[in-house]
């Protein structure tokens, strides 16, 4: 790019010098073209005659000599051509106003350049990737222009005063591209004098009135028009950011992400939930949590704050709304979810804590959400896990307080147990993981095996087709490739 200017700028004042000089030696010839050529006097000629015919007896005349000098005095003197001048150098004529012309024309035509290349080739390129994104992940129900309005609020959010910065400069940009080129196309001047026009109307709303009756014109009606439409923009984008602002901060505007994690409530036990999620270290694990509350964002934001809760590279995201409104469900994406978690209230009693989780299964159930996804529900009785598993069948897996109760006693009476649970269930250390046969190449192999195969795991059990869980099987135990193989 730097080499490109230095080359116009060179280009640009060579040619200035060129112009220069060929004026320069154009007067000259003419001026040589128009003298005429030199000529002995008649003086001359009649003292020659005079000289050879007059007689040495006879006197001549007093008045023949000062005829001769009058005559003398009467005949035009000769003129010469002026001799030829060499051409000046190009470095000799490059002065501070031609250096500052090459240079004007330098940063216009980049200008220009630059606004041609952001709307043919930046903005098409990002248009193109952001649908390819779209499809990719794969949202039913919400159109790619929701998606890009998803998109550009999360933008305006996160960017903040810059981003704004960044809307102005892309907006004068543009203004400035158009109108030169208008300026070229209609006019028929340079399109950076046409930017030069049009950022002196667009900024100081002034007509030079040595410019032609044609520009007064158009710049008077450019001034009035814009205006009038930089006023009514002003107003146009301080509603529209006014209303997105509290709408954001409010958390009412949809979420459009895909395969995420939704969190359906929010309480103290928020912090260890979210510290789990981010400390899990799978290679596709999901990104973007997203919590739904019937507190307002800016209070549970606050509150995980407060908490200082190790988000990781975590994105969290809120929004305010109920756990079994069909809409609110929507909003946060429930149905092309990875995950749909609810937890329980601890502000509520068991009764009511699983009365609300069994409205919530209801409303999902209704709409068979999450599509590619599965729900993971916390009861407070033990009693109703059976039920919360058979109103959503093959996506609800339930738990109940009342088996980590359990846990929590065998811990207590030893003390070594405290670990092992935080390394089995954490994601701190060991965790379990599940692998098809298939996957693990294991297939007719016998239980047994398993160990020398995969030596940096334990071998648990198995899943079997039939959803049986066969817990440290026999060692000869054939492996199929419909089976499911658990390791730690």
């Known amino acids: 790019m730097v080499r490109f200017i230095v080359l116009l700028l060179l280009i640009t004042a060579e040619a200035a010098v060129d112009r220069q000089a060929h004026a320069l030696l154009s007067s000259s010839k003419a001026e040589s073209l128009g003298v005429e050529t030199p000529t002995k006097p008649a003086t001359s000629l009649l003292r020659l005659r005079s000289s050879r015919n007059a007689q040495p007896a006879e006197a001549a005349p007093a008045a023949e000599p000062a005829k001769d000098k009058a ?38 035509y980049a200008t220009l350049l630059s606004g041609i290349y952001m709307w043919a080739v930046y903005f098409p390129n ?42 102005l400069g892309i907006g004068t940009l543009t203004l400035l591209t158009i109108g030169g080129l208008l300026y070229w196309g209609l006019y028929g001047g340079s399109p950076v004098t046409g930017m030069w026009v049009v950022f002196v109307w667009a900024a100081a709303a002034s007509v030079d009135p040595l410019e032609p009756a044609v520009l007064g014109v158009i710049g008077v009606f450019a001034t009035v028009g814009g205006l009038v439409l930089l006023g009514i923009l002003l107003t146009a984008m301080a509603d529209y950011f006014t209303q997105k602002l509290e709408a954001m901060k409010a958390g009412r505007d949809p979420v459009v992400e895909g395969g995420h994690i939704v969190v359906l409530g929010h309480s103290s036990r928020s912090k260890q939930l979210l510290e789990e999620l981010a400390a899990c270290g799978l290679d596709d694990k999901p990104k973007t949590v997203i919590i739904l509350a019937s507190q307002s964002k800016q209070e549970v934001e606050d509150e995980i704050a407060n908490m200082n809760t190790d988000l990781g590279d975590l994105k969290l995201l809120v ?45 999902l159930k209704g709409e068979n959400w999450p599509t590619n996804g599965y729900v993971a529900v916390q009861a407070c009785l033990g009693k109703n896990v059976d039920f919360m598993t058979k109103l959503h069948p093959g996506k609800t897996f339930a738990l109940s307080g009342e088996r980590l109760g359990r846990l929590i006693v065998q811990g207590a009476l030893d003390q070594g147990l405290c670990n092992v649970w935080n390394q089995l269930i954490g994601f701190s250390g060991d965790e379990f993981y599940t692998s098809s046969a298939l996957n693990l190449n294991v297939v007719g ?44």
């Open 71 to 108: 005559a003398a005095e009467a005949a035009p003197k000769p003129t010469f051509a002026p001799a030829p001048t060499q051409a000046p150098s190009i470095l000799e004529k490059i002065d501070g106003q031609t250096i500052w012309w090459g240079f004007r024309q330098v940063l216009g």
């Open 126 to 167: 990002l248009y193109a990737s952001e649908k390819e994104l779209y499809k990719a992940q794969n949202i039913e129900g919400r159109s790619f222009e929701m998606y890009l309005t998803y998109r550009f609020n999360c933008w305006m959010g996160e960017g903040g005063s810059q981003s704004l910065m960044v809307v």
């Open 319 to 363: 929004r305010t709304g109920e756990a079994c409104d069909k809409q609110d469900l929507f909003k946060v994406g429930a149905d092309v979810a990875s995950k749909v978690v609810i937890p329980e209230d601890p502000t509520l009693s068991t009764d009511e804590c699983d009365a609300v989780t069994f409205g919530t299964l209801l409303t």
């Open 445 to 488: 192999m016998s239980f047994g095996d398993l160990p020398f195969v995969c030596p940096l795991t334990v071998p648990l059990g198995i899943h079997t087709a039939a959803d049986e869980y066969l817990v440290n099987p026999a060692k000869d135990y054939k492996i199929k490739k419909d089976d499911t193989v658990i390791l730690l």
